[in-house]
């Protein structure tokens, strides 16, 4: 890196018409001035402060904004690249983009999770939403544009299952859906694959998304005597470098650790170079046997959130259900309503309780939550039913409320279909 010179060239010239002799700065290192310094620098040098006086008179002359510039006085902290606190606050910035609002921001971003968690088939999910311009997680409209998945870990095999799975029996990849060729392994980071990636972004500046799947598989070799954070970081660095200069985004797909950590990010397996290298970290977190999972979303320029996610495996796709928080407090009351419904008279806290396996005064404390949202009534004290405002609301006659027999389009249809896929 150029070291900067201490003076500027206004600097050096007021010195030396001042009376001082000529400072250390070169002419090439007065940008613009570089004329001006040299000839300042000669007079100096036949005539001292006398000849420099007159030289620069006879410069000011030939150039009317040469004395404007020399009585300016220039903000010191712009010159050496710097800014104040209040011109930050001044300053307007456009709102933060998103691959997949809020499942995917821009940027580089890397998706940890453990291994057969699903992480594959999300970000499959996110490249063909955004090859097609369809949906992503089922609801997330997705601006259209190129997507290249560079598949290392999974079998060619495997990832037409999980295509086949998720386009459904009449579905075909989209053109702009571009897979690594089965026939040519990619290379990693230090056999040129940053290079073929920034060459495939050049080529096809639609380019909205590239995969990195594995992380592992993509980085370069460590050698023992490299310290870890700084390999770790390096890793990373190169793709958010290449989204910064290109403006696609890269989604970087990693594991977990076994252990759970203090901090969310701890749980990313490796050293904390890699999360500080990336942009965006994205932690898949689903229990064993269930289906649903949270994704907690930590942007480096906006607020940390968590959603709950939903696998479908009969379409390979993630559903969004909404904040994690909110979908948590939903589940728990539709537990008690899911008692409640079927029973033939209203039912008392303690006997809910019983059901569910909890103790009745968290039971009635959360009744009394939902007869203030409307979703159950006391018919009589110590009592609990669904409210008749409810959908599904049993009035113990036999005749239940709710809407039946809406009709429910292809479970497919959140992809566009175009015909033909390509590899690379």
């Known amino acids: 890196m150029k070291k900067r010179h201490p003076h500027s060239a206004r600097d050096v010239v007021r010195a030396m018409l001042a009376g001082k002799g000529r400072n250390g700065l070169l002419p090439h290192e007065a940008g613009d001035h570089a004329q001006v310094i040299e000839a300042l620098y000669e007079a100096h040098e036949t005539g001292g402060t006398e000849a420099v006086r007159k030289a620069w008179s006879e410069l000011a002359q030939q150039d009317a904004n040469l004395a404007g510039w020399l009585a300016s006085d220039p903000d010191p902290l712009d010159e050496l690249g710097l800014m104040t606190g209040a011109q930050l606050l001044g300053m307007d910035f456009p709102p933060i983009q998103h691959i997949a609002d809020p499942v995917l921001p821009e940027g580089c971003s890397l998706l940890a999770s453990p291994p057969k968690s699903g992480k594959t088939w999300l970000a499959l999910n996110l490249a063909l939403a955004v090859a ?124 977990t650790r076994k252990s759970e950590g203090a901090d969310v990010l701890d749980q990313v397996s490796g050293s904390t170079g890699l999360t500080g290298g990336v942009e965006n970290v994205l932690l898949l977190r689903k229990e064993r046997g269930t289906p649903q999972a949270k994704l907690t979303i930590v942007p480096r320029e906006d607020e940390e959130r968590e959603v709950a996610l939903r696998f479908d495996p009969s379409i390979g796709v993630w559903e969004l259900l909404g904040d994690a928080d909110q979908v948590a407090k939903t589940a728990e009351r539709q537990r008690v309503l899911d008692v409640l419904r079927p029973a033939e008279e209203p039912m008392q806290a303690k006997e809910i309780a019983a059901i569910l396996d909890e103790k009745p005064n968290t039971v009635t404390k959360l009744l009394l939550k939902m007869k203030k949202e409307g979703k159950v009534i006391q018919p009589k004290y110590g009592c609990w039913e669904v409210s008749p405002l409810h959908p599904g609301h049993t009035d113990h006659s036999g005749h239940a409320s709710g809407q039946e027999g809406v009709e429910e389009g292809s479970k497919y249809d959140h992809y566009d279909q175009y015909d033909g896929g390509t590899e690379v």
């Open 132 to 255: 097609t311009g369809g949906r992503a997680c089922s609801t997330i409209p997705v601006r259209k544009g190129r997507a290249l998945y560079v598949n290392y870990d999974g079998a060619t095999r495997g990832m037409q299952r999980r295509l086949k799975t998720m386009l459904g029996p009449e579905g075909a990849l989209p053109h702009d859906f571009i897979l690594t060729s089965r026939a040519q392994p990619f290379p990693s980071a230090d056999e040129g694959g940053i290079d073929v990636i920034r060459q495939f972004v050049e080529r096809y500046p639609d380019t909205r998304l590239v995969v990195i799947d594995t992380l592992e598989r993509f980085r370069p070799r460590r050698s023992h005597k490299e310290q870890l954070y700084a390999t770790d970081y390096e890793a990373v660095a190169q793709l958010r470098d290449l989204s910064n200069e290109t403006g696609a985004s890269v989604l970087i797909l990693h594991h």
